[in-house]
């Protein structure tokens, strides 16, 4: 069974080509050793303008191609969706400094099993980022999916147990201090622009329910998937895109993954499958790489929270943009049973 996505992940502004100044394209030869690099496909531009990420031809080298996110704060921002200030700006600008700090201080913790590209260099200069990424095309991911069947979901689910259990604990140096590009705190805007009063008035309460569980991990913050490449088998996927690393509860994670792939119906029928494919392979990995840990005191923290973070990111969504695909009947039931929840409890 396939289920077909309606959004496209290249639904932003295309921004003007620009050469890569003459600084980068040192630093690009030196972290590779390649006699020479040849730009040879623009991959997608950044959203709201503000840079590209293309693929470069290597010669002379062991490599056959790099990925090159290259980063260029735009002079004037304009948003797909008309969302654009200083503090979304800021955000963005942070954003990038973020995932500059997964690269250099947290990257080398994830193994196989949460697969992402190496990291062969990071420098700012003049203004602009460059991050020089293995092409993970090149390494045997080749397919980026835009329909998805339910074993290809769970190999991404897997992934986000084993990555999450690889953190678990671990201290956000650098990194957002509460991971996604949704939560509360960095959406103001949002929330005033939310129509639907229940759960304008439990937002606060969502946001306490995700922040004060026991157990923090780092979660991957836009894993989505459109962020997720796949072997041509569909059986093995890497991650890409750090830009929202932080600390939360890996919950945030698991229910923006499943959105991103699965209407209504199909989010009713595989909830529960989903749910315990996820715990069985981070319980597998919490136990060979926190072993000071209880993988069932975990899980029974985290399994009632999924209802919580998928209400979360649905705040978001009906403030951020009404009329989107993944505001269908299943959220809605889920926000109604999460505020439900919050009245009992006062």
């Not at 397919?143 to 998805?148: A, G, H, L, N, S």
């Not at 671990?170 to 705190?185: D, N």
């Not at 922040?211 to 991990?217: E, I, N």
């Not at 299943?330 to 049973?337: N, T």
Request: proline content about 3%; some cysteine; overall charge negative.
């Amino acid at each position: 069974m396939k289920f077909i996505l309606i959004t496209s992940p290249h639904d932003h502004d295309i921004i003007k080509k620009s050469q890569m100044n003459h600084h980068f394209q040192t630093l690009i030869r030196q972290a590779t050793e390649a006699e020479s690099i040849d730009k040879t496909e623009e991959i997608q531009t950044l959203w709201s303008g503000y840079g590209t990420i293309c693929r470069y031809r290597l010669k002379g080298c062991d490599r056959n191609s790099i990925v090159v996110k290259h980063v260029k704060y735009p002079d004037e921002v304009t948003h797909p969706r008309g969302w654009h200030s200083d503090l979304s700006h800021q955000r963005k600008v942070r954003s990038y400094q973020v995932e500059s700090a997964w690269y250099r201080l947290f990257a080398k913790l994830c193994d196989s099993h949460c697969r992402i590209p190496q990291c062969l260099a990071i420098e700012e200069h003049a203004g602009e980022l460059l991050i020089v990424l293995e092409d993970l095309k090149d390494s045997g991911f080749t397919v980026c999916k835009d329909q998805i069947n339910i074993e290809e979901i769970k190999v991404c689910v897997e992934w986000l147990g084993h990555f999450h259990a690889t953190f678990m604990g671990i201290e956000p140096r650098k990194l957002w201090e509460t991971g996604t590009y949704w939560h509360l705190a960095t959406r103001p805007d949002e929330l005033a622009a939310l129509t639907d009063m229940p759960l304008k008035l439990a937002a606060e309460k969502i946001d306490l329910l995700l922040q004060d569980c026991p157990y923090q991990t780092l979660v991957h913050g836009d894993a989505k998937l459109a962020n997720f490449c796949f072997s041509a088998d569909g059986k093995q996927v890497a991650a890409v895109d750090f830009q929202y690393v932080g600390a939360g509860c890996g919950m945030k994670d698991l229910a923006y993954f499943i959105g991103s792939c699965l209407n209504d119906e199909a989010c009713e029928h595989y909830e529960s499958q989903l749910l315990d494919c996820y715990f069985q392979a981070f319980k597998q990995a919490l136990m060979q790489k926190q072993n000071q840990l209880d993988p069932q005191k975990v899980e029974a923290a985290w399994r009632p929270l999924f209802p919580v973070a998928w209400t979360d990111f649905h705040r978001f969504l009906k403030g951020w943009s009404p009329g989107h695909w993944k505001i269908h009947s299943y959220s809605e039931r889920m926000a109604k049973q999460v505020i439900n929840q919050i009245k009992r409890e006062g």
